[in-house]
Each structure stands twice: as C-alpha cells, then as structure tokens.
T-cell receptor, first 113, second 114 residues
Framework: GESVGLHLPTLSVQEGDNSIINCAYS??????FIWYKQESGKGPQFIIDIRSNMDKRQGQRVTVLLNKTVKHLSLQIAATQPGDSAVYFCAENINNYGQNFVFGPGTRLSVLP | EAQVTQNPRYLITVTGKKLTVTCSQN?????MSWYRQDPGLGLRQIYY???????DKGDVPEGYKVSRKEKRNFPLILESPSPNQTSLYFC?????????????FGPGTRLTVL
C-alpha cells in the first residue's frame, strides 16, 4: 500500500548545529506535504508545509525541500536549539479533497548540549 | 484562546463497554478529524468530517463511529471497545478542507481497554 516513511528513527545533534530530517513518500499523486513537531505529552504542532509545485519553502529557522523525482521530503532546522528536541512527522495528502493525510512513523530529534 | 479540547484525557475501560471521547474546537473550523497514534506506526486517520453532517472514513475506521451534528463538536464513539483499540487518540481541526490548511491538534486522549 501507499505509505509515508522516514529514513532515520532517531537523530542526535549538537546544539547550534543544523539538523536534517528525511522522509520518503510513495504516492506520486500526493500534492501537499506537512511537517509536524510533537513534544512529549502534547499533540502534533504544525511547522511548515509545501505544495508539489514548489521545491523549497523557508520559515523561521526551518526549510522544507521537496524532490518529486525521487519522492523525498526533508526538513532542515538551522542552529538547532534544546527546544527543538521532539518527534518530527511528515505527512502527505493523498486525496483530492485535501484532508486525508498519511503520516510517517516519526523521527526523534535529540539536541545535545 | 483558540484551541481544540478533548475529554477525557485518560480513560481505562473494559472490553465491550461503550464509550465516547468528545472533541470540541472554538475556531469555527469546517474540517475536523480523528487520529490514533501507536508506537512505530505514527498517526493514522480514523474518520474525518468536512462540515456538519458530512463525515468520511480515514485509513482505520473499523470499530469506530463519529457524528458531526454541530460545527464545533466531533465525538468519537467506540460501541464495543476491544484491547486493540488501546491507543493515544488525537482530534484535529482546520479552517476548511483545502489541502493547504494547517491542522490544529488537541492534547490527546490516552485510552486503555482491558
């Protein structure tokens, strides 16, 4: 079946370094993607999104890159801070109505002092 | 404060005893959705609703029911809970059904079915 997955289940980075979290998706028809951050004991929180007609989108300290050729999505966090420690999910929109989302299993990001 | 609320936050029940988890949003959002989160499986969509009286199945609807009689409320009903429905449940809402709308998530309901 179609699925969204992550290459790395855990990632540890030094405070101040840049983080890169990767995601592979299998549905070439998906046209909208979201990255979420989930802190312990809380619900997922929207970070950034991107539509399939874009290759790159930047937010505050975060950048999402989309490579449709290889169906790959990445989230880059600049100057990683302790508050960035969380589980990060990518999600793809798999139907034309825009709201049937498939989430990946998540990557845990740990920021080392 | 704009938010999505869920009740209860924690629930332990027994097999077969009907239960309802409530979800309410105060943002006048059209779209609402329920997810379950299990270790190693991420978030899986159970049901979603594009507006009042409009609901549709997500990826794992078996064993669940929903209703959307009012815009702000989207309860999740387990008519006969089973142990495999032990999970962490999240409700979410967004402005409309278009694909580029941020979903706001509730705090989660941890359900244990014995």
């Amino acid at each position: 079946g179609e699925s969204v997955g992550l290459h790395l289940p855990t990632l540890s980075v030094q405070e101040g370094d840049n983080s890169i979290i990767n995601c592979a998706y299998s549905n070439s028809a998906s046209d909208y993607f979201i990255w979420y951050k989930q802190e312990s004991g809380k619900g997922p929180q929207f970070i950034i999104d991107i539509r399939s007609n874009m290759d790159k989108r930047q937010g505050q300290r975060v950048t999402v890159l989309l490579n449709k050729t290889v169906k790959h999505l990445s989230l880059q966090i600049a100057a990683t801070q302790p508050g960035d420690s969380a589980v990060y999910f990518c999600a793809e929109n798999i139907n034309n109505y825009g709201q049937n989302f498939v989430f990946g299993p998540g990557t845990r990001l740990s920021v080392l002092p | 404060e704009a938010q999505v609320t869920q009740n209860p936050r924690y629930l332990i029940t027994v097999t077969g005893k009907k239960l309802t988890v409530t979800c309410s949003q105060n943002m006048n959002h059209e779209y609402m959705s329920w997810y379950r989160q299990d270790p190693g499986l991420g978030l899986r969509q159970i049901y979603y609703s594009m507006n009042v009286e409009v609901t549709d199945k997500g990826d794992v609807p078996e064993g669940y029911k929903v209703s959307r009689k009012e815009k702000r409320n989207f309860p999740l009903i387990l008519e006969s809970p089973s142990p495999n429905q032990t999970s962490l449940y999240f409700c979410a809402s967004s402005v409309r059904l278009a694909g580029d709308n941020e979903q706001f998530f509730g705090p989660g309901t941890r359900l244990t079915v014995l």
